[in-house]
């Protein structure tokens, strides 16, 4: 079981450039999300969804866009990349939802936009 | 903004030490979840409980919560140097929609 599968592992953009941060799970889980892990700043959600089609904001949504055709994947796209998006970004999904929510996260992306 | 801040940033201890960290909330949640990342990592799943609970166990970790103070701890029992890593804990409020919203965690270092 592969659990959580993030590419690349690491990732350098210039400014204004596009591109799509890939997160796969194999567990059959409905619900997936993106968190970004700043220093000082602890991890803060970006955007989550509760399956299939389904695609909500979190916290940090601007700059960012996500959709959801498959259960298995749900990918992360930098539409403009600036410096302030220069984080590690963790995908995670859960079996379940609410009160049942508990993450498995994959070991993450690290971006850096110069 | 986070809803839960742990206590303190930063733990030094012994091997064979008992490690106590804290999180406190701001609102009124559905559960407590405590994760571990190791440097480098995404973060693990160690232990939910949820907020008609006072305390839970698994292995060497015992979680506490307390509900009328907003608060919970975690405790690390004969502590290894293998327990070095990033704590945080994580809340689901009530009414939430789905959102597991973390602290900015505990650094835990554990001297062999």
């Known amino acids: 079981n592969a659990g959580v599968t993030q590419t690349p592992k690491f990732q350098v953009l210039k400014t204004g450039q596009s591109m799509t941060l890939q997160c796969a799970q194999d567990?059959?889980?409905?619900?997936m999300s993106w968190y970004r892990q700043d220093p000082g700043m602890g991890l803060r959600l970006i955007h989550y969804?509760?399956?299939?089609?389904?695609?909500d904001q979190g916290e940090v949504p601007n700059g960012y866009n996500v959709s959801r055709s498959t259960t298995e994947d749900f990918p992360l796209r930098l539409l403009s990349a600036a410096p302030s998006q220069t984080s590690v970004y963790f995908c995670?999904?859960?079996?379940?939802?609410?009160?049942?929510?508990?993450?498995?996260f994959g070991n993450g992306t690290r971006l850096t936009v110069t | 903004s986070q809803q839960g801040e742990e206590d303190p940033q930063a733990l030094s201890i012994q091997e064979g030490e008992n490690a106590t960290m804290n999180c406190s909330y701001k609102?009124?949640?559905?559960?407590l979840q405590w994760y571990r990342q190791n440097s480098g990592r995404g973060l693990v799943h160690l232990i939910l409980?949820?907020?008609?609970?006072r305390e839970k166990h698994s292995g060497r970790l015992r979680v506490t919560l307390d509900t009328s103070k907003k608060s919970s701890s975690l405790l690390i029992t004969a502590s290894r140097a293998a327990d070095t890593a990033s704590y945080f804990c994580?809340?689901?409020?009530?009414?939430?929609?789905?959102?597991?919203?973390f602290g900015k965690g505990i650094t835990l270092s554990v001297r062999p």
């Open positions: 995670a999904s859960s079996y379940g939802t609410g009160n049942f929510l508990s993450l498995h």
């Open positions: 567990m059959n889980h409905e619900y």
């Open positions: 969804s509760v399956g299939a089609g389904i695609t």
């Open positions: 609102t009124s949640i559905n559960n």
């Open positions: 409980i949820r907020s008609n609970e």
């Open positions: 994580a809340t689901v409020p009530t009414g939430a929609n789905s959102k597991l919203t």
